[in-house]
């Protein structure tokens, strides 16, 4: 297979891992309010969800997950010199946290299944942004191929944090109104 069928499927497999990691936080937080709700729209809700989550999870983010790994060892294989740029080192600290983030969700979603919420909705949609800051990181170091500027980059990404937590807060004090 070539270098460039291989780097587009690893954009593709990326596209359906990111689709998994944008939506889960999401069930989750459905899950979460569902368990504050009373029988049986608790039951009925929280069985609905564990659905939904149980395929997205099993069929879409995981498989993606392990599809994207393998894909960018094999890009790698075969233009092994990425790995001599500074850029791509940074890059894959990024996608070494992504994993990280995957198997937070992993807990998150096996708690969920037992009816444990240890996390708010609120603390969810928090953690929800957390995949959103390191897309916009390995884009922007995937784009221009060069470290950024550590200072420029660490501003733009804690303001765009910034923005999305005030986002969060904004929603929630429209949502409170309801």
Known sequence: MDYLTLKSLHIIFIVTWFAGLFYMPRIFIYQTEALEKEEPDRSI????????????WFIITWPSAII??????????????????????????FVFLLYLYHW??????????????????????????????ILIACVFLVVKKDQISWLWGTIGILLVAVLLMLGIKLYKRLRGNE
């Open 45 to 56: 809700i929280h069985a609905q969800l564990s659905i939904m989550a149980k395929r997205l």
């Open 68 to 93: 994207t790994f393998i894909l960018g060892i094999l890009l790698l294989i075969v233009q092994p010199f990425w790995l001599e740029s500074p850029f791509m080192h940074i890059k894959l600290v």
């Open 104 to 133: 937070s969700l992993q807990r998150i979603y096996d708690q969920l299944r037992k009816m444990i919420a240890k996390y708010s909705s609120n603390q969810l949609r928090i953690w929800n942004e957390v995949a959103t800051i």
